[in-house]
């Protein structure tokens, strides 16, 4: 029912997703909020790899940023100071580590983790240029310091809450334990999914996970589920949706089912496309009986170490996940799940990102990726909400543009909403006025709003309140 998205909608931007494991919500996680179950899908494109990271500009460079990054000190568990300016004179990469002493996950991860850092230390030729650094979204400071002491790596101090929000926000960890590895001198993801690292890589020989072509880490026999098999070549050339899925997972069924008909319809129209399905199934005979309903192309169930590279490529921490390659392999979307659901009759293939979105129960659980300026407008007829979104347009593209050209993640998401019970449950969870126009930003993994509640929104009154919002000149009100 409409009341039900509506929900849904709160539901989602509070929940984002859900994981096959225990997690722990990433942001709000330093707001104490435990969350179990789930796929949490984290929307960062890995960077392209223009150069070695070990050889890096001079240390006062790495160390200024690194300063800016993590702030001036530094803990170990030894209750000492650890000054991030002379650790960063040497460092290449940071491991920026993010979990929670209460979190059974991340204490199996810690061991794992441990051995990890005492073989790289001791025998690999990188042992200088790699640190790994502790987030932690522990609320208790005894359980924090416990922990801190099982750990060989120094962390943020439990104080810094502030900068730890910031950090999980910068990187979109929607999960913990979260391992992700940043060029030392620019903050840039250079590996996403860091605990794949530690278990596919554990002696460190491929140091510095850095990602590599499509085309290199999907080489080899790809299957059609008749048993026939076709070289990875045959992709060249063509849209490619590399599908992360598993038939354990009600989501990835549901998706699965409405994908082909969406395979089908690109398909006729003449387009070169072509799936590759990643499965996460707990054993062959699942793997066959799912991959029986799908008309195109897998990884071969057995080539599990193909499987994991793909997954650490693209950082995947969560299914169903489906991200769109131009026929260069370059990422179009890593939202190929809500286009889908959003665009039935493909009209908008291959789905390159929009600067602003309609807010709809597919892509509501985008509100949790992180902020999100959402202006809620006076209207229930379709096609009234154009003029919100030209108002927003040039603005967001600005905005986009810019971080683009600095090879960052762009800061903010945005929506227009109109009236409808989805926006209605948004409100009523945000505790919003009913005022229209409204323009928000909205953190809600961080339990934060900002709110502009003025007569008429102009272009002026939107670029002000986000100039101010990335100036960190706002100040947050508690959702």
């Known amino acids: 029912s409409s009341t039900e998205a509506g929900r849904a909608a709160a539901a989602a931007a509070e929940a984002g997703g859900r994981s096959g494991q225990h997690t722990r919500t990433a942001r709000s996680a330093l707001q104490g909020e435990t969350q179990k179950e789930g796929a949490r899908v984290s929307e960062s494109p890995p960077i392209s790899r223009t150069r070695e990271y070990w050889d890096l500009p001079g240390g006062d460079e790495m160390s200024e940023f690194l300063v800016h990054l993590l702030g001036e000190r530094l803990v170990n568990g030894e209750k000492a100071e650890v000054d991030v300016q002379a650790l960063g004179s040497k460092l290449s990469l940071v491991g920026l580590y993010f979990g929670c002493s209460l979190n059974g996950p991340c204490k199996?991860?810690?061991?794992?983790?441990?051995?990890?850092?005492?073989?790289?230390?001791?025998?690999?030729?990188?042992?200088?240029?790699l640190e790994?650094?502790?987030?932690?979204?522990?609320?208790?400071?005894?359980?924090?310091?416990?922990?801190?002491?099982?750990?060989?790596?120094?962390?943020?101090?439990?104080?810094?809450?502030?900068?730890?929000?910031?950090?999980?926000?910068?990187?979109?960890v929607t999960s913990i334990p979260s391992l992700v590895f940043v060029d030392a001198a620019t903050g840039k993801v250079v590996c996403r999914n860091g605990l794949l690292v530690v278990r596919d890589d554990p002696?460190?020989?491929?140091?510095?996970?850095?990602?590599?072509?499509?085309?290199?880490?999907?080489?080899?026999?790809?299957?059609?589920?008749?048993g026939q098999a076709t070289d990875s070549s045959a992709l060249e050339g063509s849209y490619v949706g590399v599908y992360f899925s598993a038939h354990w997972c009600p989501p990835c069924r549901s998706l699965t089912r409405v994908l082909v008909e969406s395979y089908r319809t690109v398909k006729e129209a003449g387009q070169k496309f072509e799936i590759v399905f990643v499965s996460a199934d707990r054993s062959e005979d699942s793997f066959k009986q799912y991959f029986s309903e799908m008309p195109w192309l897998a990884i071969p169930y057995a080539d599990e170490g193909r499987r994991s590279r793909l997954n650490r490529l693209y950082g995947i921490q969560g299914i169903p996940t489906l991200i769109l390659l131009d026929s260069e392999g370059r990422v179009v979307t890593r939202q190929g799940r809500v286009e889908v659901l959003n665009d039935p009759e493909c009209r908008h293939f291959p789905w390159h990102p929009r600067p602003v979105l309609e807010l709809s129960e597919s892509n509501a659980v985008q509100l949790n990726e992180g902020p999100c300026l959402v202006l809620f407008v006076d209207t229930e007829e379709e096609g009234e909400l154009e003029p919100a979104k030209e108002l927003i347009q040039p603005i967001a593209e600005k905005i986009i543009a810019k971080y683009k050209a600095k090879e960052e993640e762009t800061p903010l998401l945005f929506f227009v909403a109109g009236e409808d019970d989805m926006s209605d449950s948004l409100r009523d969870y945000t505790n919003l006025p009913e005022a229209a126009p409204l323009l928000t930003i909205l953190d809600m993994s961080a339990r934060a709003k900002y709110v502009r509640d003025v007569e008429e929104i102009t272009a002026a009154v939107v670029e002000q309140f986000v100039g101010d919002f990335l100036a960190e000149k706002l100040k947050p009100e508690p959702i």
Not at 108 to 129: I, R, V
Not at 150 to 172: D, I, S
Request: hydrophobic share 35%.
């Open 108 to 129: 199996q991860f810690n061991a794992s983790l441990g051995d990890f850092y005492s073989k790289f230390k001791t025998s690999s030729e990188h042992k200088d240029k």
């Open 203 to 226: 002696k460190g020989l491929e140091f510095p996970w850095g990602p590599k072509p499509f085309a290199e880490v999907v080489s080899g026999p790809l299957l059609r589920n008749n």
């Open 132 to 172: 790994i650094v502790f987030v932690s979204s522990d609320q208790d400071q005894k359980h924090w310091q416990e922990f801190l002491q099982e750990m060989q790596w120094p962390a943020l101090p439990f104080k810094e809450r502030h900068k730890k929000m910031k950090l999980w926000n910068k990187y979109k």
